[in-house]
């Protein structure tokens, strides 16, 4: 089935997002009126670190290991100039359980990045994307 979406404009510089399994998210401008919801080119970066999260934590599950708990820090360089393209893209998983393994956790961000996530997989033609991890035991 292919992808979906559809946006609707609702005033001013604010739209709903809803995917094909009818899950929705308020976009905006930035401008004064409008800080009601996610500029949409950080949703880009929303994203990357979502698709390449559910993949990491299947992977690592599917390993056997016990991951408590994972964050996903994103930041990106874009061209100082319209259309404002992103450049290079850093992303920084914190990864938390006990025992976890520096190898399982490694092989799962780049299985993750390299063969299932469709996002970095688009992007991988025209953005640098640099990954890095860190692992915090769980007491």
């Known amino acids: 089935m292919p992808a979906k979406a559809h946006i609707q404009w609702v005033s001013k510089g604010q ?4 995917d094909s399994t ?6 905006s401008t930035q401008d004064e009126e409008n800080r009601v919801g996610m500029k949409p080119s ?8 979502g698709c390449g999260s559910v993949d990491v934590v299947n992977i690592l599950r599917k390993k056997r290991q016990h991951l408590t708990g994972l964050e996903v820090e994103l930041s990106g360089e874009q ?13 920084r998983y ?3 359980g006990r025992g976890l393994g520096e190898k399982a956790v490694a092989d799962a961000i780049r299985l993750a ?7 970095k997989a688009s992007l991988d033609k025209a953005v640098e994307v640099h990954t890095e ?3 915090l035991e769980d007491e």
Do not use: Q
């Not at 061209?79 to 992303?91: E, G, S, T």
């Open 15 to 18: 739209f709903i997002g809803t």
């Open 22 to 27: 009818r899950h929705s998210v308020v976009m």
């Open 42 to 49: 950080d949703m880009l970066l929303v994203a990357l670190g």
């Open 79 to 91: 061209d100082p100039n319209p259309p404002w393209a992103f450049r290079k893209i850093w992303v």
């Open 94 to 96: 914190t990864l938390r």
């Open 113 to 119: 990045e390299d063969k299932y996530c469709s996002v």
């Open 133 to 135: 991890y860190r692992i």
